[in-house]
């Protein structure tokens, strides 16, 4: 019999590859007759004792298989051929290339007397001695090598058979679990008895598998109706633990007691619930013996728990609550629950803490946040409801109405219409920013947001628009001074958000036209820029006929700008008197501006001259046309002299100036003597601080 027929051929590559190696056996080999086991080891030590390293689990240290012994069975001839052929790979030039061929063994190697009867022995012996954490009497190697013949030798199926055999026999014999029925045995005890005998049947396993790993690759792989070694010992456990119903659930009672506890603040061995939880997945139970139950004590808590903080907190402090028990309980998906149990948990956290309270969170602290315009509570509160079903839906439909209602209260109250446009201005902006920070930019939340604003601007009929006009002219009259252009531009881009939500357009158009007569005629608008601007916006939003007009009135100004300049040249080429007036005429488009009524009104003979020298100036150039004067639109410049100090007022309407014209034919002891019957008569009071100055208080 030739011991060297026991094992396979060695591959050529790997001959070549690890020639060093191969020259450091060879040089062993002169000293030390090779065994067929030693040739066998360059090919198999490596693999098994990566495959024993590898099985090794929380920090167990397994031998080095490449430093075992090996076989008894010894054959020279056979070893020295291989040592030749070595010899010839390690003796060979760089550039040399030759092929060696290996033939396959004729005969099927057998087995020596009772070889098989003592290996069972030996690894009865092994297994028993690893069950109980004895010391093992034979090497890991020799253990593994044993395995590998008997499986060689088609006696598999009776050492997989005796091994579970053995497995059996020591889990219920060794497991002893009706030492736990007992009532009287603390839960944390209990618990930390079973995680023990656990991890000690885990690392038994570990290395039972590491022994018989040739038998868990072959003959196991081979029957798909067999467990795997790990598996079955796994599967044994199960069996074990399952038909003893009261200590599977007092283990289920006692982690479920744990997990109690920890929610209510106390701190628990989370290496324990992490170790046993595994347990019970490995096993397979997790879902039928242990996910159920714990999801049920879940909802009883946080319903209990839900109705309770409603109650005590405010709605800020139970959103920041809610939010902490969902950190929480993350926290415990990923340190010791089965990540299988994460959807069904936090669905169950959400259902309980914000599902079953979103009305009453809602109706009790939305308008609150929104009024104080608390962003960090709003943000939270987006970021949870959106994890229930409807939550944004209702949310959505509440911060609308809060828009409405608050709106309205704007918009109804007369007493507020000066500062009205303003307030919107500000809500707006207030609500633009919480719909942008708070709610992610949503789109749903901004569709609300205009529908509401349209909604109540329009509940007091033409009054919003009117108003609007009217801070339009205020922000573009040259008083306005607080102002830049660029701030004056962005002022104007908002109105017209507020502009598309009034159904009155044909108001404002109308108030803004009368503004923009005035703005124009007296030279009071802030800048032709901005003006034109607003021009262009009311043009983009309404289209070209809403602005036609308006456009009209600014051709006007420019054409007698033109005309003025033209006037002034003639004048001065024909010697023209005009008393010195220093005349400037609008030319204005009855269709485009605004309907004035005619008045009239007595002249001086200083304006009718210029007025009469105007209109031949401009019918000889423009015949068929008429003009119609309109002097109450006119403004003038006033001149008067107090205590011998000349002053100028800018700004004065025509008709005003005509009246204190009457004052300069009269004597000033008859204009004394009128004033003081006016005082008499509590019309008039003479001012404090200066005696000369008289306030009409009538």
Wanted: glycine content about 4%.
């Amino acid at each position: 019999m030739s011991a060297a027929k026991k094992y396979k051929p060695m591959d050529t590559t790997e001959l070549h590859e690890n020639t060093e190696n191969i020259a450091a056996c060879l040089k062993k080999a002169e000293n030390v007759a090779p065994t067929a086991a030693a040739a066998s080891n360059l090919g198999r030590s490596a693999f098994a004792a990566q495959n024993m390293n590898s099985a090794s689990t929380n920090g167990e240290r397994l031998p080095n298989f490449s430093k075992l012994g090996g076989s008894e069975i010894r054959t020279a001839s056979t070893t020295s051929n291989l040592l030749n052929r070595m010899g010839a790979i390690h003796n060979s030039k760089p550039g040399d290339v030759k092929k060696i061929v290996i033939k396959n063994f004729k005969d099927k190697p057998t087995l020596p007397d009772n070889y098989s009867k003592d290996t069972y022995v030996k690894l009865e012996e092994a297994v028993i001695a690893i069950q109980l954490s004895k010391p093992i009497k034979y090497s890991l190697e020799e253990l593994y090598q044993a395995v590998v013949n008997m499986c060689s030798h088609k006696m598999d199926a009776q050492l997989y058979a005796k091994l579970k055999e053995l497995t059996e026999q020591h889990v219920k014999r060794n497991i002893k679990l009706k030492e736990l029925t007992g009532g009287s045995m603390d839960k944390l005890i209990l618990l930390e008895k079973i995680n023990h005998w656990w991890l000690s049947f885990c690392q038994q396993m570990i290395m039972i598998r590491s022994i018989f790993l040739y038998m868990d690759r072959t003959y196991v792989l081979q029957n798909s109706t067999i467990h795997s070694i790990w598996d079955m010992g796994l599967d044994l456990f199960r069996i074990h633990f399952a038909q003893n119903s009261v200590v599977q659930k007092r283990t289920v009672d006692g982690l479920l007691t744990l997990i109690e506890k920890e929610r209510q603040g106390s701190t628990v061995d989370r290496g324990l619930l992490k170790s046993l939880v595994r347990m019970l997945c490995d096993l397979q139970i997790y879902t039928s013996s242990f996910e159920e139950k714990f999801l049920d004590a879940t909802n009883q808590l946080y319903k209990a728990e839900s109705q309770r903080k409603m109650q005590e907190l405010e709605v800020p402090e139970y959103l920041q609550h809610v939010n902490k028990r969902l950190a929480e309980e993350n926290e415990r998906l990923r340190h010791y629950l089965d990540s299988s149990t994460k959807h069904p948990l936090i669905y169950n956290v959400e259902k309980e803490l914000l599902a079953e309270h979103l009305t009453s969170i809602l109706q009790k602290g939305l308008d609150s946040l929104l009024e104080d315009n608390r962003l960090s509570d709003l943000t939270l509160l987006y970021g949870l409801l959106s994890r229930v079903k409807n939550g944004t839906s209702e949310l959505c439909g509440n911060f609308n109405g809060f828009i409405k209602k608050k709106g309205r209260t704007i918009v109804i109250d007369p007493e507020k219409d000066k500062s009205m446009v303003q307030d919107l201005l500000d809500f707006k902006d207030k609500m633009d920013v919480i719909v942008r920070t708070c709610f992610e930019h949503n789109e749903k939340f901004t569709n609300s947001l205009r529908e509401a604003f349209e909604f109540f601007i329009n509940q007091r009929a033409n009054k919003p628009a009117e108003l609007i006009a009217k801070y339009v002219d205020m922000k573009l009259r040259s008083g306005n001074k607080g102002t830049t252009d660029e701030e004056l531009e962005k002022t104007l881009d908002k109105i017209m958000v507020l502009f598309r939500f009034i159904h009155g357009k044909d108001v404002f158009e109308a108030f803004y036209k009368k503004d923009l007569a005035k703005r124009l005629l007296v030279g009071k608008s802030a800048s032709v820029d901005s003006e034109k601007s607003m021009l262009s916006k009311l043009k983009q939003e309404c289209g070209g006929g809403f602005t036609s007009k308006l456009e009209g009135m600014f051709k006007d100004m420019e054409l007698s700008r033109d005309i003025n300049i033209a006037f002034r040249g003639h004048a001065l080429s024909n010697n023209r008197d005009v008393h010195n007036l220093d005349l400037c005429v609008s030319i204005l488009t009855m269709g485009y501006w605004p309907t004035y009524a005619p008045t009239e009104v007595t002249m001086p003979p200083q304006f009718i001259n210029p007025q009469q020298i105007f209109n031949k100036f401009y019918l000889e150039k423009h015949s068929g046309r008429k003009l119609q004067w309109q002097p109450t639109l006119g403004n003038c410049m006033l001149r008067a002299q107090f205590d011998a100090v000349p002053k100028e007022f800018v700004g004065f309407a025509v008709s005003s100036r005509l009246c204190f014209l009457l004052f300069n034919d009269k004597p000033p002891a008859d204009l004394k003597k009128r004033i003081e019957s006016l005082i008499d008569r509590d019309y008039m009071e003479r001012d404090k601080d200066n005696q000369n100055q008289y306030n009409y208080v009538a």
